[in-house]
């Protein structure tokens, strides 16, 4: 009976791949065939002579600074709403502003960056003011539920304690219920950081600013060469934020 569900469901696949293949009318013919790949590999080939010229590589590195300085606004800007919209959310306000900061934070993540970005740009114009709001606000939403969820489940003994010993809530929190919290809160925000790194190079193919807006500009006047040091750029940017989230989660987060 296994066997045969396994053969009804591998058949099931194979037909959705070929139904996907008709409705959107791939001609893979075309796409290999009349000098097709030949076109692509020139294409490609033209990446790997990168444009190494002084006046470049310094337009890059203001776009790599920007990049830079647009995820980490970003991440920290998201950081302190998220923290500030996760109290309501995790119920500290009652069930009202519970359930309002939860559509909220809802609303904030279910709308991707690029689509932020899009938004910001209209509202704030082009430039990396645009990208950093929009990383901030998904951001938010991200961390604000990462953060309330964890505040659900930190441990009350420390701040009743307190409460205990006549201190306020206000008290509480930050000397019973936060330091408990801070290696988490601290561990989601870089990783979150990570991600936005990534996506802030990207965000400027909407005018957002940064590498992104670099590389649009690069690949739409087929400057291949100018494009290939941009990614170049992107790349050693992300290996360079992992490796410092990686030794700030080891001196903060697992000491």
Do not use: K
Request: hydrophobic fraction near 55%; charge should be neutral; aromatic fraction near 6%.
């Amino acid at each position: 009976m296994n066997r045969l569900v396994n053969v009804l469901l591998m058949a099931a696949i194979a037909a959705s791949v070929v139904a996907s293949f008709g409705y959107l009318e791939l001609d893979l013919g075309a796409l290999v065939g009349h000098g097709g790949l030949g076109q692509m590999a020139e294409y490609a080939g033209r990446f790997l002579h990168p444009d190494l010229t002084g006046e470049h590589l310094q337009a890059v590195g203001r776009g790599a600074l920007e990049t830079l300085a647009m995820s980490g606004l970003g991440t920290l800007l998201a950081m302190l709403l998220g923290l500030l919209l996760a109290l309501p959310a995790a119920g500290r306000f009652g069930w009202p502003l519970q359930a309002a900061a939860r559509v909220l934070l809802n609303a904030l993540r279910a709308i991707p960056e690029l689509v932020w970005a899009a938004l910001m740009v209209l509202a704030a114009g082009l430039g990396p003011n645009a990208g950093t709001l929009a990383l901030a606000l998904h951001t938010a939403g991200v961390l604000g539920r990462l953060f309330a969820e964890a505040l659900e489940n930190a441990p009350a003994e420390p701040a009743a304690a307190i409460r205990l010993q006549g201190g306020g809530q206000l008290a509480a929190f930050c000397f019973g219920t936060l330091p408990n919290l801070w290696p988490q809160l601290l561990a989601y925000s870089l990783y979150r950081w990570e991600n936005n790194i990534r996506m802030a190079s990207v965000l400027g193919l909407v005018g957002a600013g940064g590498l992104g807006q670099l590389l649009y500009t690069t690949l739409s006047l087929f400057q291949e060469a100018q494009a290939s040091t941009v990614i170049m750029a992107m790349l050693v940017l992300v290996l360079l934020v992992d490796a410092l989230s990686d030794v700030l989660r080891q001196r903060f987060v697992r000491a």
